[in-house]
């Protein structure tokens, strides 16, 4: 018990004197004692995370609380209950952060409270820039879950005890009471665990273990990223409507690639860079422009089809089984019925034999002209013959070209229709995903 000469503060810094020549020493009167060290802390600010450095850096209030055995004395003699003394004058505990990766850079406070009772109660704010696993595969709908480990870096259990006063339900409520910071992130959970580990001599040492879980907003990125890049592809969608006869395409999917190419490279400081997981926007983004790629490619197909296909070859039986078979019936394009009316051509033979008749029936005045005037009227008919074999031939020549065009055409506007599938069943997946996973990262907690 101090003694102190009058109830005033000099006289009570006096009387403590003692205790501080003692500040080098654990504050027990037998050295067997463990010191039982509280730590608390209350969360002020998220201030950012490092995705590519893997680090959290958060603003805390850390609250230390122990028991100094050397102190007691009586309010009443020495007038007051408490005094604040300079911490370098108090034994304090050597409780560290593990993850620390920075000094801390908070303003020092360089008092602490000491009580009659002999508890000694140390606050200070701390700037913690701590190590934490990331995992942005789900960005921008990802949670993150870091942690906060407390433990003393030289004292073993034996000599030293760390433990919690405040449940974690208080800590998280305080911290989102005074929580200063409204940015990126939103603290949602805080949970706490104790551990016992064996030291390399054989002791064992206690760690207190705080697990804070973080979530990002993502409305801005829903707003400025994933919207725009739903629109463009949208529009996109809506350009297979355009008839390619009538309508130069290409200089519309090429402008629009071109757009989005530019707004990839304008919100790409909005993007998270790690080289530990692919995030699935990326991949979204990555099979946007792969699919504004395609359907820019298809239609240069589709018109190379539409302008030259009367100088190709007649179309492989493969391609006419797979594309217009069994695509075609898929999209809905079966290949039309041929119209035996336009495509059969009458036996030229008979047409000659026709055309033989006919002059016999017109009249019998050539009979009675003579032999020449009948030999004559032969080799005209014989003539006649041989124009339509020629006619014929030419007849079958342009209705096998036009024929073969019109099947290469076909192949053309199957393969537009098999992609127009795609795109509508891509954006079906993406817009069902984007908006579950939003949903399950609030249900998460």
Known sequence: MLDC??????????????????SSI???????????VSINFILVGILGVDEKAQILTTYIFQTLCWKNEFVRWDPVQCGSAWITVPRKLLWVPDVVINEFMEKNSAPFVPYTYLFNDGLVLD???????????????????????????????????TEMQIGTKMSVEEILEHSKAVMATKGEWELVGIAASKFQFPATDGEIY???????????????????????????????????????????????????????????????????????????INVFLSLCLAL???SLLETIFIINLLRGSAHYSPIPRWVRLVVIDMLGRLVRLAPKPKDLEETIIQNPAAQEMK?????????????????LAEEKSLQEL??????????????????????????????????DRLLFGFY??????????????????????
Request: aromatic share 10%; net charge positive; hydrophobic share 45%.
């Open 355 to 371: 055309v033989i008749c006919l002059a016999a029936e017109e009249g019998d005045a050539p009979k009675q002209k003579g032999p």
């Open 26 to 36: 654990r504050p027990v009167m037998n050295a067997s004692t463990p010191t039982y």
């Open 424 to 445: 509508i069943l891509f954006i079906s997946v993406s817009f069902i995903t984007i908006i579950i996973i939003w949903v399950n990262s609030y249900n998460t907690l």
């Open 292 to 294: 504004m790629v395609a």
């Open 206 to 280: 206690e760690e207190l273990r705080f697990y804070i879980s973080v979530r990002r907003r993502a409305t801005l990125y829903v707003v400025n990223l994933l919207i725009p890049s739903c629109f463009l592809i949208t529009v996109d969608l809506f350009s297979f409507l355009l008839p390619p006869q009538n309508v130069d395409r290409c200089a519309f999917k090429m402008t629009l690639i071109l757009g989005y190419t530019v707004f990839l490279l304008i919100m790409n400081d909005l993007l998270p860079v790690t080289g530990n997981t692919i995030p699935l």
């Open 382 to 415: 014989r003539s006649l013959g041989r124009n339509l074999r020629a006619i014929r031939l030419q007849v079958e020549q342009q209705l096998s070209g036009s024929q073969s065009s019109e099947e290469w055409i076909h192949v053309g506007f199957i393969i």
């Open 5 to 22: 000469s009058r109830p005033d503060p000099p006289s009570l810094l006096e009387a403590l004197r003692p205790v501080f020549n003692q």
């Open 123 to 157: 606050q200070q704010p701390v700037r913690v820039v701590s190590s934490c696993r990331l995992d942005i595969y789900t960005f921008p709908f990802d949670m993150q879950n870091c942690s906060l480990s407390f433990n003393s870096y030289l004292h073993r259990m």
